[in-house]
């Protein structure tokens, strides 16, 4: 049997589901990007890896348009994995899923871990700096396989587009000699294999793959960011810091809208002013952009990107500007997840502020028991499903566990059960007395 469940795998991994009762309007089980390299299968799911309770043993995937919940247990099989504890290791990554329904809830039967990366020969993969070196060389050429949406935002510097799910459509990116030096990389998935595997299909002779990819970059360097992305932070939908380094009086004539002036002399007195959140997205334009991209790198920000484009370069493609005196002032506010409910509104249902909520709280009981709100109400994750009748239809739901991932799981579940909710994404530490503090 198990053999029969493995000969499936394949070299895939991105994953498959289905939605929680069967009069539902089935969801696609398989995230977009899959779609073009696998072929979707009853009962399984490929996708990415979002949240793993170990408590409640459950974990949340992200097919790129809906989350599903998936239960585990002691007989669940683990494949290129050697723990559960070890799958928080993989967030953001590539599994698949094979599963069987038992009373409306999905349980696994096998948990792969996509690892198409074995299949590359030692000597084509490059680590953080062998890949620095290596795109020294003269002829080199470096490719990001991540989605035309990913590379828009941000990615290594001198790098190319070549898209793993459109390669048939950007192959004719590829050098025309096919023993030029090529290097891959995506998110440390499996695109950037999938990408090595079709170039070498087509003859190409010298392929390596940064096996960190764009995630370790980040950690470790700047990026570029490009107009398409710039101009969609600046309309309001993303939250960014957009720093001009221009001299004061030069900015005055005008600005990336939502700019703010910091001359690049001034940057490191004003370290402070820069936001508390690491994965803010930094974004440097004007002179010395590269040098102070690193400074923030130094000060550990991890999505520090430069704009290449001169501000007159942007003004002349009709992008949003303005004139004057702008904000001297840091302003970086992130935007919260959907179905969130904000620290201030949670805490005023605690005192009573809103009667007609009522707070769910989804841990076990055993941790209810150090410590829980008066008002609240328990039903663990795990036995959400198998309780919907006690959940009253007449009242505001609102979700909280103990760091925010088997909340934001809860309310998925009620989600596709027909039942609105909202969860409150940060950590709780309770005390005995019933006092609490949220993080």
Known sequence: MMFRILSLALISGLFFLFPLHAEMTQKPGMAKLCVSCHQSDSNMMRGFLENIALKSKTLQMDLMGHKEVVKFNDHTELKNLNSFKEIRSYKGKGFRIHYVEKQGEKHAVLITR?????????????????????RQQAGVVVYDTRAPVKYQEAHIPGVKMLPAPAFDKFAKNLPEDKMTPVVFYCVGGCLSPTATMRARGLGYKNVKIYTGGFPEWTQKEFSVTTPVWLKKAVSGDIPHVLVDLRPKAEMEQGFILGAVS?????????????????NAPIVFYGPDREKAARLAVSWGFKAVRIFPQTFDQWQTAKNPVGRGVNSNHISYVPKPKPGTVSKTDFE????????????????????????????????????????????????????????????????????????????????????????????
């Open 114 to 134: 996509f690892d198409i990366l074995r299949t590359i020969k030692p000597e084509d993969k490059l680590d953080h700096q062998a890949f620095k070196n290596y």
């Open 348 to 439: 005023a249902i605690i005192a009573g502020k809103n009667p007609s909520a009522l707070i769910l709280d989804v841990r076990n009981p055993d941790e209810v028991s150090e410590g829980r709100f008066a008002m609240s109400r328990n039903i663990p994750v795990a036995e959400l499903i198998h309780r919907v009748k006690e959940i009253p239809q007449d009242r505001e739901l609102v979700l909280h566990c103990k760091s925010g991932v088997r909340a934001e799981m809860a309310h998925n579940l009620l989600k596709d059960a027909g039942i609105k909710s909202r969860f409150l994404n940060q950590t709780i530490k309770f005390k005995k007395d019933g006092s609490y503090k949220i993080l």
């Open 262 to 278: 910091i001359p690049f002399a001034e940057l490191a007195s004003r370290k402070a002013e820069f936001p508390k959140q690491k």
